[in-house]
């Protein structure tokens, strides 16, 4: 039997070699060796390779991930997410399948709600409502810009008011909400210099707050060029004006009517007002990496901590200091601040790459799934290893009640958090959450209060005298309305705010959903596991499957595979059936006892 199995692998090896080399030979005029390889379309944000840039309104946000695609979210009244519609999207959105975005910028938010963004190729694109060059000022999808393929950024700030800069180190300014016959309609080119290297443009600043409509002459520019030096303009037609001489800076930004800005020595000064104003330090200490400005500035202090400016009133005057945030000391880079009447909202990057947001979340723009403002971060991408809050899953029939755990993995040990848990109420009824329901028998004094029903929500304060360690926090109870339909789900969504340890630091936890899932009285059995390379379905994987995906790949006649067979004809892996299955599936029936390690089929495979 030995013999045999022996000879059967050898004419394995023989046949498999033989229809590869006819296979090659036979795609050879059809194969490209030049073209690179499409990338496969993706609609997961959380599936992408990385966050490049954000840039938020504080009403909508939008972000280019590292392979170059473009997703939004947010308010979508004016269209300005660029999908096509203006329904209001709570968690990113892909728009449109290239992968070739650069930059993208979302406009404030009083005025105007349009979004700019730049192609890798130089081209310049808008959507939303202020789009220049449109007899209505709208566009629901990315609309090119004019011509010119020289353009590598760009600033959007009030009523639409742009700036960018081309390749060549040229300033240009515009604005679209004025009349189509206006001089300022269409980018006009600052000055006769080269050398500007960086522009933020934000919203009216040093105007009466009792003064409106406001005069659109007063728009904040902010540029650094590249000497270093900084420069503000704001009147229309604009004129820019050197300030804070006899320092070199690095980095100015501002998406209201506050500037904020670093110098060399890491020093961090606000910009007030959109004129001559000087420079105003902000801090004593030279420890700053990062700020952006909104509502308020944000700041990334060398030890990885995050701050924020604190306005206190005495008097008739104002004045500003900067206070720490409690959220831990591992951040790296600030990505974005929106400004909006309600308060900001902030995107942060931690060291390890995930991306977090904090702030005003009334339109969603924060993208984590909710209209629910959050004083603490929340995870917007990434894999964080971190404490999750989870809810629990389960199946159950219409009539039942079930019981959801809530937990806490990798739990520090906390004293007090508030909680929020939404839930469908179209499929479920809950139980009364009652003290006892979130108290958990912990043997010390743990206080539940402020518990509270309304429609689709239920709030609760928890709090301990000492920190409660340990994964499972809770529980809560579900009634699966009668009248359920089988097969649909229902979401639980919990949210914590103030997770906090004894000594009232702060804990920055995920959230995980949970789904309660309606079944009729009959389970199924679970479908048998797929067994990867067995092209035509004989529960084997030999030489025949081979034979059959050469037929496949080479276009037989009669010969295409569907279903199963076409699932597990995908052996490398990759999302699609081609030359590299047919490839590896030889690999694999070619391998000396066809349980190589190293060649996997399926899963695994790459």
Do not use: C
């Not at 720490?324 to 309600?342: I, K, V, Y």
């Amino acid at each position: 039997m030995k013999e045999n199995r022996r000879f059967y692998l050898i004419g394995q090896k023989l046949l498999a070699g033989v229809v590869i080399i006819s296979m090659l030979v036979a795609l050879l005029p059809s194969i490209n060796l030049q073209a690179d390889t499409p990338q496969p379309v993706r609609t997961d944000w959380h599936a992408g390779p990385g966050v490049y840039q954000i840039s938020t309104s504080g009403n909508h946000t939008v972000a280019i991930q590292t392979d170059g695609s473009l997703w939004a979210w947010g308010e979508n009244r004016d269209g300005q997410l660029g999908d096509g519609t203006t329904i209001s999207r709570y968690n990113p959105m892909r728009i449109g399948m290239d992968y070739d975005w650069m930059y993208v910028v979302a406009g404030v938010s009083y005025g105007s709600s349009a979004t700019y963004a730049i192609r890798t190729d130089g081209s310049l694109w808008v959507w939303g409502w202020g789009v220049p060059d449109t007899p209505s000022g709208y566009a629901f999808v990315p609309t090119r810009f004019g011509t010119d393929y020289d353009w590598v950024s760009v600033s959007l700030g009030t009523s639409a008011a742009a700036a960018a800069i081309k390749k060549d180190g040229s300033l240009w300014t515009w604005m679209w909400a004025m009349a189509p016959w206006s001089p300022y309609h269409a980018p006009t080119r600052y000055g006769e210099d080269y050398d500007w290297a960086s522009v933020s443009t934000g919203n009216w600043g040093g105007i009466p707050s009792n003064q409106w409509p406001r005069p659109l002459r007063y728009i904040n520019h902010r540029a650094i060029r590249a000497d270093d030096s900084l420069w503000v303009g704001g009147r229309l037609p604009v004129a820019f004006t050197n300030i804070g001489e006899g320092n070199q800076w690095l980095s100015t930004h501002g998406n209201g009517g506050l500037g904020i800005a670093i110098d060399s020595n890491g020093g961090l000064w606000r910009i007030n007002g959109f004129a001559s104003n000087e420079p105003i330090r902000h801090s004593e200490d030279y420890h700053w990496l990062d700020a952006v400005a909104g509502t308020r500035a944000v700041a990334l202090s060398d030890d990885g901590r995050l701050w924020m400016d604190v306005w206190t009133s005495t008097g008739s005057s104002v004045a500003t200091e900067i206070m720490p945030l409690d959220f831990g000391n591992d951040w790296e880079r600030l990505l974005a601040a929106g400004h909006t009447a309600q308060w900001q909202n902030t995107f942060a990057m931690k060291a390890d790459g995930t991306v977090w947001a904090f702030g005003a979340n009334r339109h969603g723009s924060l993208g984590d799934g909710t209209t629910i403002s959050r004083q603490t971060p929340v995870l917007i991408w990434g894999q964080y290893t971190g404490p999750t809050l989870a809810a629990g899953s389960t199946s159950t029939q219409p009539g039942n009640t079930v019981r959801i755990p809530v937990s806490l993995n990798n739990n520090p040990g906390i004293a007090g958090f508030n909680i929020t848990i939404n839930y469908d109420n179209n499929i479920l009824t809950p139980a009364p959450l009652n003290d006892g329901d979130i108290r958990r028998d912990l043997g010390g004094s743990v206080f539940v209060s402020n518990i509270n029903h309304s429609n689709g929500a239920i709030t609760a304060v928890w709090a301990s005298s000492y920190e409660v360690e340990g994964e499972y926090l809770f529980y809560i109870y579900f009634t699966v309305n009668q009248d359920a339909s089988i097969s649909t789900q229902a979401t639980i969504t919990i949210t914590i705010d103030e997770l906090k340890r004894l000594n009232h630091d702060n804990v920055i936890a995920a959230t995980r959903s949970g789904v309660i899932s309606v079944v009729d009285g009959y389970t199924p059995p679970p479908p048998p596991p797929l067994l990867w390379g067995d092209v035509n379905q004989d529960g084997y994987v030999d030489i025949f499957d081979l034979i059959r995906l050469a037929q496949h790949i080479s276009g037989t006649p009669g010969m295409a595979l569907t279903g199963v067979g076409l699932q597990v004809a995908d052996v490398f892996y990759d999302g699609a059936v081609n030359l590299s299955d047919l490839i590896h599936l030889a690999q694999y029936l070619a391998s000396e006892d066809m349980n190589n390690p190293d060649v996997v089929l399926g899963p695994g495979s790459r």
